[in-house]
């Protein structure tokens, strides 16, 4: 009999980026590279497991900023024409690489990859691999969390609590329209959490959520099993606390799995090493070199030589590495075990694009992970939170404490001085977006002005967007800056004209047409639903 659980929870999130005004847009190729390198390697891990009668339970986040992408036309279109020009760079490679046996097998892996991955896209599901994690959930598997909107940073936007409110309704809104189901579970942007946000998840029918270990540890009264166990908020949400020793074993740069000398390595990419001319038609068109996916070295060591690539030296440090993983958390559930009146709960969670895009044996590792605690042990067994919550439904009372799972764990990767200049922008347009609920109430309740209505809403739209964590992230980061301070300024300056226009009683109708298709996230948007305290009573 096993002596508790592990409940492995994979954070799937990407921006909102579509760009219909421009046919190669660099920044698209985020999904694109994650749809090859990340997601279809874990419908192939998901597939097969299945196939081969494994058992198991695994929770992760689709955000509705992603799931919007891989069901959006047009970057569906566009991925297919990424994908064919990454099987002809491997036939090109295949051919190039003919006489030289250390790189001509790795070509064929990476062409053989490719074309699976077409395959599975194209024939299997049809474009639309959001079909594919519904399919997981509906068979059992699979426990797929709700998540905000647009990945609003709660801690902040709490200040203004309409617009909280409205990242988490139309985030659970649009999971119940996308996977046929109530959600359960949500998970908070950034493991972003503040007293009282729990309320808003609620109000939304939402039973569990997720924060740092620190918020479980410092919470108040203390935690009786540390991260071991969920907490309820008064709000009768409970919330589980991240496990850091397991974390650490994944997510270090120094310490975890990924920076073993026999993984590939991530930052020597075709694309950046041979003849220009050469690889010119499969990198941007007005001439940047970027990343292909097809990687020849292994990491080596602390090293600009880099040796390589041997696959199958790879897959051994991938069954080890989860051996390991899988004795240190034995260990662990059995000494917390011991102190507890009840099994304990190790909750790990992970960026996805972590597995295959950065860590390229990421998901054979998980695979690995999952067989060997399905027949190599009996002490531990995975778990989603809603199968604990069902065996364990009493928990012990208490208040998570504000904490994420940034740099230091509280709010500074998201307010801090490359990023603050964004936050007044956005509670003043916030406030302004309750006024136009509340002053056009009347004409959206009884739908008498068809152009007002969608001013309104593609009005919300674009401050959703404009809240998104991504943007004061990649400012504090450092890459990218100059496209996420635009996407800010962008999305703000269009729901100022809105704004405007509504007040002066003459909407733009052409320009919003323009707007309404580059920024067509949320096709069923109602703004009164979310920001009119009158309507709203009505959802």
Same mark, same amino acid.
């Given at each position: 009999? *096993?002596?508790? @659980?592990?409940?492995?929870?994979?954070?799937?999130? +990407?921006?909102?980026?579509?760009?219909?005004?421009?046919?190669?847009?660099?920044?698209?190729?985020? +999904? @694109?590279?994650?749809?090859?390198?990340?997601?279809?390697?874990?419908? /192939?891990?998901?597939?097969?497991?299945?196939?081969?009668?494994?058992?198991?339970?695994?929770?992760?986040?689709?955000?509705?900023?992603?799931?919007?992408?891989? /069901?959006?036309?047009?970057?569906?279109?566009?991925?297919?024409?990424?994908?064919?020009?990454?099987?002809?760079?491997?036939?090109?490679?295949?051919?190039?690489?003919?006489?030289? %046996?250390?790189?001509?097998?790795?070509?064929?892996?990476?062409?053989?990859?490719?074309?699976?991955?077409? =395959?599975?896209?194209?024939?299997?599901?049809?474009?639309?691999?959001?079909?594919?994690?519904?399919?997981?959930?509906?068979?059992? &598997?699979?426990?797929?969390?709700?998540?905000?909107?647009?990945? $609003?940073?709660?801690?902040?936007?709490?200040?203004? %609590?309409?617009?909280?409110?409205? /990242?988490?309704?139309?985030?659970?809104?649009?999971?119940?329209?996308?996977?046929?189901?109530?959600?359960?579970?949500?998970?908070?942007?950034?493991?972003?959490?503040?007293?009282?946000?729990?309320?808003?998840?609620?109000?939304?029918?939402?039973?569990?959520?997720?924060? =740092?270990? *620190?918020?479980?540890?410092?919470?108040?009264?203390?935690?009786?099993?540390?991260? &071991?166990?969920?907490?309820?908020?008064?709000? $009768?949400?409970?919330?589980?606390?991240?496990?850091?020793?397991?974390?650490? /074993?994944?997510?270090?740069?120094?310490?975890?799995?990924?920076?073993?000398? =026999?993984?590939?390595?991530?930052?020597?990419?075709?694309? *950046?090493?041979?003849?220009?001319?050469?690889?010119?038609?499969?990198?941007?068109?007005? $001439?940047?070199?970027?990343?292909?996916?097809?990687?020849?070295?292994?990491?080596?060591g602390n090293t600009d030589h880099k040796e390589p690539y041997v696959p199958e030296w790879a897959k051994e440090k991938a069954a080890t590495h989860a051996g390991n993983f899988m004795f240190n958390r034995e260990k662990q559930v059995e000494h917390a075990a011991y102190h507890m009146d009840r099994k304990p709960i190790i909750v790990s969670p992970y960026d996805a694009e972590l597995f295959g895009h950065w860590w390229f044996e990421g998901p054979m590792w998980i695979d690995f992970l999952i067989r060997k605690i399905t027949y190599d042990q009996k002490t531990i067994k995975l778990a989603t939170p809603s199968d604990y919550l069902k065996e364990y439904p009493v928990n012990q009372l208490s208040v998570p404490s504000i904490s994420t799972w940034g740099y230091k764990g509280y709010n500074e990767v998201w307010l801090e001085g490359s990023n603050d200049w964004i936050y007044r922008h956005l509670y003043a347009a916030g406030e302004r977006m309750k006024e136009l609920a509340e002053k056009f109430s009347d004409c959206i309740e009884k739908g008498v002005n068809d152009l007002a209505m969608r001013a309104l809403n593609q009005a919300a739209r674009e401050l959703l967007l404009a809240q998104a964590s991504d943007w004061p992230f990649i400012m504090k980061t450092g890459t990218m800056v100059e496209y996420a301070q635009k996407r800010v300024k962008l999305h703000i300056n269009r729901f100022t004209h809105i704004y405007k226009d509504m007040l002066s009683g003459s909407v733009d109708k052409e320009w919003l047409e323009v707007v309404e298709s580059r920024d067509n996230i949320f096709s069923d948007m109602d703004c009164a639903r979310y920001y009119s305290s009158r309507l709203r009573l009505h959802v």
């Open positions: 009999m *096993h002596k508790g @659980y592990l409940c492995l929870v994979l954070h799937a999130h +990407l921006p909102f980026v579509r760009h219909p005004e421009e046919e190669n847009f660099l920044e698209e190729n985020w +999904l @694109y590279e994650a749809i090859t390198e990340t997601y279809i390697p874990f419908i /192939q891990v998901f597939e097969k497991l299945i196939e081969d009668r494994v058992i198991f339970r695994i929770t992760m986040s689709l955000t509705p900023t992603l799931a919007s992408m891989l /069901q959006d036309e047009l970057l569906q279109n566009r991925y297919i024409r990424h994908i064919n020009k990454l099987i002809e760079l491997a036939e090109k490679e295949v051919q190039r690489t003919g006489y030289d %046996p250390k790189f001509h097998s790795l070509a064929l892996m990476y062409y053989r990859r490719f074309v699976e991955a077409r =395959d599975i896209f194209v024939d299997k599901y049809k474009k639309d691999l959001v079909a594919a994690f519904k399919k997981f959930q509906d068979l059992g &598997y699979v426990e797929i969390l709700a998540s905000c909107a647009t990945h $609003g940073f709660m801690p902040i936007l709490s200040v203004n %609590p309409s617009d909280a409110q409205a /990242q988490v309704k139309v985030g659970v809104d649009h999971y119940k329209k996308t996977f046929g189901r109530d959600p359960v579970g949500f998970w908070l942007p950034e493991c972003g959490y503040t007293p009282g946000v729990d309320n808003f998840l609620a109000e939304a029918g939402i039973k569990y959520f997720f924060v =740092d270990s *620190h918020g479980i540890i410092n919470a108040d009264p203390a935690p009786r099993y540390n991260v &071991y166990a969920p907490l309820y908020c008064p709000s $009768g949400v409970a919330a589980f606390g991240r496990d850091s020793e397991s974390s650490k /074993q994944v997510w270090s740069s120094k310490e975890g799995y990924p920076g073993d000398p =026999d993984y590939r390595e991530y930052y020597r990419d075709i694309g *950046h090493e041979l003849e220009y001319e050469y690889i010119k038609p499969y990198i941007h068109p007005i $001439g940047f070199r970027i990343n292909t996916g097809l990687k020849y070295w292994r990491i080596t």
